[in-house]
């Protein structure tokens, strides 16, 4: 069965600092992997996908097959990053691409 | 343009009664996801529908749960004999196609249940 694990239920920096959310995973086959990011009272939305290798807002994250993880990381920290980051794993096949979802990193931006 | 939607946005109900949870999709998205976010569980997959598919209820955590998705689009989620441990914020996702290609899902912005 596939698992993500987020070690960090809360990370708190100050602005302009970097910051490293942790993301690990387990699974069998060949996932694809997400984050999605929840603002305050905004619904959750896409922020990045591993096979994009873009850099959204500043953040990027690679995927470590040897290590299965897919860490996300900012050099420098805004507010406007605070939110709720989840990693999310995806099971490619014909059956659709439900998503398995880590519990969760707050990330607190302090100025 | 418009997102998903889901309605109502906050349900209270008592425990024991019957509660259904609305879901309208982006439109020409083929794909339709429900997943529960609780405090103790996270976010978990419940249902997946795409097109005219049987549709996957792998995620449903008992027989108390169903869902539909009439003429390929609004889907709704029926809870039965509700029970305290239910309270949670559903929500929908839409996609344009589940199956092969990943598509990215889109969220609506979710129904908070409180069972009482």
């Known amino acids: 069965a596939q698992r993500v694990t987020q070690p960090e239920k809360l990370l708190s920096v100050f602005k302009g600092a970097p910051v490293e959310l942790k993301c690990n995973y387990s699974?069998?086959?060949?996932?694809?992997l997400f984050w999605y990011v929840q603002y305050s009272r905004q619904r959750l939305q896409l922020l990045l996908r591993h096979i994009s290798r873009e850099s959204i807002k500043g953040f990027t994250a690679d995927l470590n097959k040897g290590e299965t993880s897919f860490h996300l990381k900012k050099p420098f920290a805004q507010e406007e990053d605070s939110a709720m980051y989840y990693c999310a794993l995806s099971q490619i096949k014909a059956a659709g691409n439900k998503l398995t979802f880590g519990g969760g990193t707050r990330v607190l931006v302090k100025p | 343009g418009a997102g998903v939607s889901q309605s109502p946005s906050n349900k209270v109900t008592e425990k024991g009664k019957d509660v259904e949870l609305r879901c309208d999709p982006i439109?020409?998205?083929?794909?339709l996801y429900w997943y529960r976010q609780s405090l103790g569980q996270g976010l978990e997959f419940l249902i997946y529908f795409q097109g005219n598919s049987a549709p996957d209820k792998s995620g449903l955590p008992s027989d108390r749960f169903s869902a539909e998705r009439t003429g390929g689009s609004v889907s709704t989620l029926t809870i039965q004999r509700t029970q305290q441990e239910d309270s949670a914020v559903y929500l929908c996702?839409?996609?344009?196609?589940?199956?092969?290609?990943?598509?990215?899902?889109?969220f609506g912005p979710g129904t908070r249940l409180t069972v009482t």
């Open positions: 996702a839409s996609s344009f196609s589940g199956s092969g290609n990943s598509y990215e899902q889109y």
């Open positions: 439109s020409g998205h083929t794909a």
């Open positions: 699974y069998s086959g060949s996932p694809e």
